[in-house]
């Protein structure tokens, strides 16, 4: 693969939620339900106001935690702790991926608006915990999620990521627009899930698949070990 056109990739950025597994097994269903019952218990409402709130966040802070940080003040670490208390036992382990994974030349990193303590456990899950050199994620931001274009900044600063040689891979189109605003390639892992959002303006997202695996597999040979941004 190539990123901006001719470059090798340097550094695969990888989405954790929806991306690393399909969404059809339904594991995030657990976290936005979690979501619910803590809006409920913390702040006293409906399950019927719960959910408008809980939408209206997302929407206007890019987090539901976010707007909960700042408006309502909540303790983030709490609130993480809890959402994530799921069960991962429809969970699946990817040979297929993580052979993949573990073809792909370059870095790998975890870029995910959950917690580190989430992602390892559904990336030991999966299988792929191995290959990845870091995650960065919503604590190491300050509690600012994607699509911030701060936080992407902030990503490549840290771990010195070369934008124009990284692929970012997330099932959230929106959080892919800063993304190829820095240079990186960009790959839409398309989703069913309505928190997803709506198809947006194509120009910025270069690969769509729903098959990440197979999407992957070929860029782990000599032969095809570069991918123009634009197919």
């Not at 470059?7 to 990888?14: A, D, N, Q, S």
């Not at 990193?109 to 030991?124: D, K, L, P, Q």
């Not at 947006?200 to 597999?217: C, K, N, Q, R, Y």
């Amino acid at each position: 693969m190539s990123s901006g056109g001719t470059k090798p990739v340097g550094t695969w950025i990888f989405d954790l939620d929806n991306t690393l597994y399909p969404a059809s097994c339904r594991l995030f269903d657990q976290v936005q339900v979690r979501i619910r019952q803590y809006i409920r218990t913390n702040l006293g409402l409906s399950e019927t106001e719960a959910l408008a709130l809980q939408k209206r966040y997302f929407q206007e802070h890019m987090t539901t935690l976010r707007g909960l940080i700042v408006n309502d003040g909540i303790d983030p670490h709490g609130f993480l702790d809890f959402v994530h208390a799921i069960d991962l036992e429809g969970l699946a382990p990817n040979p297929t991926l993580d052979a993949a994974i573990a073809a792909l030349p370059g870095r790998k990193v975890i870029f995910t608006n959950g917690s580190v303590a989430h992602a390892e456990r559904v990336m030991a899950r999966v299988g792929i915990g191995p290959h990845f050199e870091a995650i960065f994620d919503i604590i190491a931001s300050d509690f600012v999620p994607k699509p911030d274009p701060g936080v992407y900044q902030q990503l490549c600063d840290q771990y010195r990521i070369d934008p124009t040689t990284a692929v970012m891979i997330d099932d959230m189109p929106r959080n892919l627009a800063p993304a190829h605003h820095l240079g990186m390639t960009t790959v839409l892992v398309k989703t069913d899930d309505e928190w997803a959002g709506a198809d947006v303006d194509p120009s910025f997202i270069h690969h769509v698949t729903e098959d990440l695996a197979g999407f992957l597999a070929p860029y782990g040979t000599p032969k095809t070990s570069t991918l123009e941004s634009k197919l």
